[in-house]
T-cell receptor, first 112, second 112 residues
Framework: TQLLEQSPQFLSIQEGENLTVYCNSS?????LQWYRQEPGEGPVLLVT?????EVKKLKRLTFQFGDARKDSSLHITAAQPGDTGLYLC????????????FGTGTRLQVTL | NAGVTQTPKFQVLKTGQSMTLQCAQD?????MSWYRQDPGMGLRLIHY???????DQGEVPNGYNVSRSTTEDFPLRLLSAAPSQTSVYFC???????????FGPGTRLTVL
């Protein structure tokens, strides 16, 4: 079974601070996705990274895929209360294309 | 498009009762999946389907049955509910060649 460990598990910060969430695995994935989930809703895809070393930016969010395609990070600059939510990474393999392996999740709270 | 819809939103069962969680999508997606979400464990795959008439087991299939008679619908059946099945259940769908999964709003199930 492939496992994806996220750290930290919980993060409470003030508006304007920067933060980084990590997603680590001993397995190689063909691509890595990040989702955000609001309370009472399903996860919503933020980004997919495919190439080892790839960096993608989505406004104040920066996503990086590790060179070996085993890990990823999400960096948020100048966090805002609207960034509050559960962040999930998920690994996808072409061999089992219908299966996503989800990470354990990072719950972020941004306060004023 | 309604996207992925799930019913009911909330359900309370007694141990041993049976029920069906409904999932439907109107995006003509080939792939559909069921996940359960438990605190600190991310989302775990229960069953998935790559098309009408084709289903397969995921990571945690025990105690659950599925069928896929149409492209649109993918119901999840609990034959004899147990307290260990208390969880939030999410249905998701995606195109066969796509990476983005679209999630429904979830069903919160409590088994007493």
């Amino acid at each position: 079974t492939q496992l994806l460990e996220q750290s930290p598990q919980f993060l409470s910060i003030q508006e304007g601070e920067n933060l980084t969430v990590y997603c680590n695995s001993s397995s190689v994935f063909s691509s890595l996705q990040w989702y955000r989930q609001e309370p009472g809703e399903g996860p919503v895809l933020l980004v997919t990274v495919v190439t080892g070393g790839e960096v993608k930016k989505l406004k104040r969010l920066t996503f990086q895929f590790g060179d070996a395609r085993k890990d990823s990070s999400l960096h948020i600059t100048a966090a805002q209360p609207g960034d509050t939510g559960l962040y999930l990474c998920a690994g996808l393999n072409t061999g089992t294309a219908s299966k996503l392996t989800f990470g354990t999740g990072t719950r972020l709270q941004v306060t004023l | 498009n309604a996207g992925v819809t799930q019913t009911p939103k909330f359900q309370v069962l007694k141990t041993g009762q049976s029920m069906t969680l409904q999932c439907a999508q109107d995006m003509n997606h080939e792939y559909m999946s069921w996940y359960r979400q438990d605190p600190g464990m991310g989302l775990r795959l229960i069953h998935y389907s790559v098309g009408a008439g084709i289903t397969d087991q995921g990571e945690v299939p025990n105690g659950y049955n599925v069928s896929r008679s149409t492209t649109e619908d993918f119901p999840l059946r609990l034959l004899s509910a147990a307290p260990s099945q208390t969880s939030v259940y999410f249905c998701a769908s995606r195109l066969a060649g796509g990476r983005e999964q679209f999630f429904g709003p979830g069903t919160r199930l409590t088994v007493l």
